[in-house]
């Protein structure tokens, strides 16, 4: 069953569409990810969702009633639709405990304190609970919007590059934390992100945006082995193109064999040229007909004269 529907949602500002036709459906429990360029017009297809933005035409649907658009409600925004965005929308005068207890005030005292000591927790805020939100740094403020719009236990929670300002260890865990928090407790999602190994690890599906126009919707592992587009293909990561016979061959640098495999199946005559080490792997640049490649391994590999690929077939 669809907790959310999307129908032919158009959203402008002036005459400048930004968000054109987008249809899809989010189901209850599903983590869908919005995946595109900056510019591409997610953030306001977020907003419109949320009930925060004017739709040109086109309506949204939560459980299978008409989300009124900004110009319809006195106070914009959903009861349901939780919104973290980019500008976090802290209270400034209030600390961290007291913006997400304010989101409480409708539950009783024991059910109020359990929730916040729960989100201190899962965002990691505990020592900062006493310091005012202008106190934080750019990533604890993210941090403080994430558990203040988990706080009424919202079924569709919306996310704006929620992890953009933090480092990449707290990334790692905040995310971690958050995701099996929202599958925990069947939480539905819709997450934007410009990147696309984020989106692979959130996804159940991946809606690609371009232009304002959804050009596709498919599963995380769909469009990183079989992407429409040379363009599409590289917001799964990078690419290595060899030319042979006339015809360009793209294939990823850490997808490679060095005996023939069912997946790993055309070959290439290389010649090492050099290594890098890069933590837990090395990248090594190799040469075919001329024309350098790079290859990601665990493994020693540069003694070796030839490898086994997986070209990308592109569907257009």
């Given amino acids: 069953m669809s907790l959310l529907e999307v129908r032919n949602l158009t959203v402008a500002y002036a005459k400048n569409v930004v968000v054109n036709k987008a249809s899809f459906i989010l189901k209850k429990g599903e983590i869908s990810v919005v995946l595109g360029a900056s510019g591409d017009g997610k953030t306001s297809l977020l907003k419109a969702i949320a009930g925060l933005l004017p739709m040109q035409s086109g309506e949204v649907l939560f459980e299978g009633v008409p989300v009124k658009d900004a110009l319809k409600k006195l106070v914009p925004g959903h009861d349901h639709i939780k919104l973290v965005n980019q500008d976090f929308a802290l209270d400034t005068y209030h600390t961290v405990e007291e913006n997400i207890r304010m989101r409480l005030l409708r539950f009783d005292e024991a059910y109020r304190n359990e929730r916040v000591e729960t989100l201190l927790r899962l965002t990691k805020l505990n020592k900062y609970r006493a310091v005012r939100s202008t106190g934080l ?98 917001f799964f990561g990078e690419l290595n193109k060899i030319k042979e016979h006339d015809h360009e061959i793209y294939f990823r640098p850490g997808i490679f064999s060095l005996t023939k495999t069912k997946a790993c199946h055309h070959k290439l005559k290389v010649e090492y040229k050099n290594k890098l080490t890069l933590g837990w792997y090395s990248e090594y640049t190799f040469v075919s007909n001329g024309q350098p490649f790079k290859v990601y391994s665990q493994q020693p590999i540069s003694n070796i004269s030839e490898i086994f690929i997986q070209p990308i077939l592109f569907s257009d």
């Fill in 137 to 234: 740094s750019g990533g604890q403020q993210q941090r403080l919007a994430i558990a203040r719009a988990l706080a009424d236990e919202p079924e569709l929670l919306l996310l704006d590059e929620p992890f953009n300002q933090l480092d990449f260890q707290n990334k790692q865990k905040i995310e971690r934390h958050i995701r099996s928090y929202i599958r925990k407790n069947n939480i539905s999602a819709i997450l934007v992100t410009h990147n696309g190994i984020e989106a692979m690890e959130w996804a159940d599906r991946i809606i690609f945006i371009r232009n304002g126009k959804i050009k596709r919707v498919d599963t995380p592992q769909d469009f990183f082995e079989r992407p429409s587009n040379k363009y599409e293909a590289g």
